[in-house]
């Protein structure tokens, strides 16, 4: 089993930036990853993904241009780097990885066996 674990959440200000890590109990470069969160009140969002080599990556629309995923695989980490952040960008993430093979990364729960604990972002007017 794969046990992920998320960090560098933190308060900051609209317009700072955030670095948030994943890290593997084990090797996980097989598959796709991806990046969600969850505002209170509100359904776990997909955020990013990136493809079992890191070749390719995707984004909702809402963080297109301020968000960048990447993943080293010798690390077996993950990373979601958060630039221009906003307050709307307030939410528990989550890092999660899939139960078989999967190339790509979708954008839905489902796909998604692994999750890690969330670190909490919060972003202040």
């Known amino acids: 089993q794969v046990h992920l674990v998320e960090s560098g959440g933190g308060l900051l200000q609209a317009g700072g930036s955030l670095r948030l890590s994943c890290v593997a109990s084990?090797?996980?470069?097989?598959?796709?990853m991806g990046w969600f969160r969850q505002a209170p009140g509100k359904e776990r969002d997909f955020v990013a993904g990136i493809s079992w080599s890191g070749g390719s990556t995707y984004y909702a629309d809402s963080v297109k241009g301020r968000f960048t995923i990447s993943r080293d695989n010798a690390k077996n980490a993950v990373y979601l780097q958060m630039n221009s952040l906003r307050p709307e960008d307030t939410a528990v993430y989550y890092c999660?990885?899939?139960?078989?093979?999967?190339?790509?990364?979708?954008?839905?729960?489902?796909?998604?066996?692994?999750w890690g604990q969330g670190t909490q972002v919060t972003v202040s007017s």
């Open positions: 084990d090797t996980f470069n097989n598959y796709a």
């Open positions: 999660a990885a899939p139960g078989g093979p999967l190339i790509r990364p979708a954008p839905t729960q489902a796909a998604y066996t692994y």
